[in-house]
């Protein structure tokens, strides 16, 4: 087999390691086919023209990048790219333990082969991998594990064969499809309030693990945080579909892209309600079609704020300008206090925290920089609310996270596998302007969450107003809300929690276990 025998054992560790995917079958038809010995130069000039692209697509179909047509078609989006971001995604590609443990593999490699019939072993490793496709997995299930974070209490052993977890999977969208919230309607005499809905891409809990620090002070301004919640995506257009329908459950994200179920918009539910629904953004919305996405299958049919006079402060990956996130909000909020609107919503969108984002004037453009101006802007809205003196709640929602430290199966920054640590959220929620007790303490919902739980929180505000008497306590706000099991998916990708494991079903149908993929 000569070179192939290196190609193949180097794929075996690294599916033995968890960087790879192995098809066993598929690559015993190319080990097969290297092995076989060519007569004279011609057949093996026609052996390698087959073998080595054949080789090529199917180390890619092993690998946890993108299924090839999506990476084919999104070929077209790095034209946009700025050459600094391009520069930037190479350099993550760059393992320095998997380059070392390369180094390792070819000095073993070239003393072996010289007393050692390697392909023996190939064909043994992928015996191996044929009787136990995954035996890493099978027998971690077996053993004890250490509980996910926000697995329940006592449900660590559960079935997790894959029929079972294509069971556990179906019931679960079943059960989400009886799920509803239906608004309440504001009494005649309760006093008015506004809905800010935050919406902010790219920051997660495994982010602001990450950060270390800024997270405090920033969620210590809230006076509800919601620690278990699934934004069920990993891309901003079908987690804003997601948050835009939440008043329905969770749903298949081949259905998000159908019309949207009876009942299921948020929008024509709060402006049933009597809220004028707004919407604002400090980027256009062009990338990735996301303008369509909230107005056609989010269902939020009204004017884009325009964003002419705000401040640019930072430049997108693709070179478009990304707005300051106080800029956009205090130009909204000076026009709605000229507004006549007893009760407004307004869904706002950010991006100031998406990979790739350059500060204008050449400052520090890392993710905790950005962070911190963006936690100072936030800041600053909303004592600029406080100080008007008009009741708002403000809901501060992230559509996934920014994958700042990645993991064995995706660098830093990819979200095709939408993780635990991507899709797993902080939602807050503050009463600005509320009358409310010396003893108020901040309320943590810890219980798994998802849109149906925050839509029946506003329905909860509006129907049992916060602002008519002082708010003693969140228990009649926050108690007994729907919960909804982490699922989170994209592109055919779909994580679920199973007891104290995260699973992922690929998009070929078959289950790999997500545990112990953190450290890269």
Not at 228 to 249: D, E, H, Q, V
Not at 286 to 307: K, S, W, Y
Not at 504 to 516: C, E, K, Q, T, Y
Request: net charge neutral.
């Amino acid at each position: 087999m000569g070179l192939w025998s290196a190609y193949f054992l180097a794929k075996l560790a690294l599916h033995a390691l968890g960087y790879l995917d192995f098809s066993p079958w598929l690559n015993l038809g190319l080990a097969v086919l290297a092995a076989l010995p060519p007569g004279n130069a011609r057949q093996r000039l026609a052996k390698n023209l087959i073998t080595v692209p054949l080789g090529v697509l199917l180390l890619y179909h092993d690998s946890w990048l993108p299924p090839l047509p999506q990476a084919l078609a999104d070929l077209r989006n790095l034209s946009t790219f700025s050459p600094a971001y391009l520069m930037e995604l190479a350099g993550r590609l760059v393992s320095w333990r998997l380059l070392l443990g390369a180094l390792a593999l070819a000095v073993l490699y070239s003393l072996a082969r010289r007393k050692l019939r390697l392909s023996t072993f190939v064909f043994l490793g992928i015996l191996a991998a044929m009787l136990a496709p995954a035996a890493r997995h099978w027998a971690a299930a077996a053993s004890p594990a250490r509980p996910a974070a926000g697995a329940p209490a006592g449900h660590a052993d559960v079935d997790l064969e894959p029929g079972a977890l294509d069971e556990r999977l179906t019931q679960l969208y079943a059960q989400q499809k009886q799920v509803q919230i239906r608004f309440a309607h504001p009494a005649s005499d309760d006093p008015a309030f506004d809905i800010v809905i935050l919406h902010i891409c790219s920051l997660s809990w495994d982010d602001l693990k990450t950060l270390r620090s800024g997270a405090d002070a920033l969620f210590a301004r809230f006076d509800v945080v919601l620690t278990n919640f699934s934004s069920g995506a990993s891309y901003s257009g079908p987690a804003a579909i997601r948050l835009l329908r939440g008043s329905c459950g969770a749903t298949p994200e081949a259905r998000l892209y159908d019309p949207a179920g009876e009942g299921c918009l948020v929008v024509n539910g709060l402006e049933a309600a009597g809220f004028e629904p707004q919407w604002a953004m400090n980027h256009d919305g062009h990338f990735g079609n996301f303008f369509a996405d909230v107005r056609d299958r989010g269902g939020l049919a009204v004017p884009l704020e325009d964003n002419a006079g705000a401040l640019p402060a930072q430049m997108a990956f693709d070179g478009t300008p990304v707005y300051g996130d106080y800029s956009v909000l205090s130009r909204w909020w000076a026009k709605r206090q000229a507004n006549k609107a007893p009760r407004v919503v307004l869904y706002y969108n950010s991006i100031s925290l998406h990979d790739g984002n350059r500060v204008v004037g050449g400052a520090d453009s890392s993710y905790g920089a950005r962070f911190a101006t963006f936690a100072a802007d936030i800041a600053r809205f909303l004592g600029q609310l406080r100080a008007s003196g008009r009741h708002v709640v403000v809901v501060l929602i992230a559509e996934h996270g920014a994958a700042l430290n990645g993991d064995r199966r995706q660098i830093p920054g990819l979200r095709e596998i939408p993780t635990a640590a991507i899709a797993r959220v902080p939602v807050a929620i503050a009463l600005v302007n509320a009358p409310r007790g010396a003893a108020l303490a901040q309320s943590r919902v810890d219980a798994p969450a998802s849109y149906p739980a925050l839509n029946e929180m506003l329905s909860r505000f509006i129907g049992h107003n916060p602002y008519a008497a002082p708010v003693a306590g969140f228990g009649d706000y926050v108690g007994a809300l729907p919960q909804t099991p982490f699922v989170a998916e994209n592109n055919g990708a779909t994580v679920i929690q199973a007891g104290a494991h995260f699973m992922l079903r690929s998009p070929d149908g078959s289950w790999l276990s997500l545990d112990g993929i953190e450290s890269r």
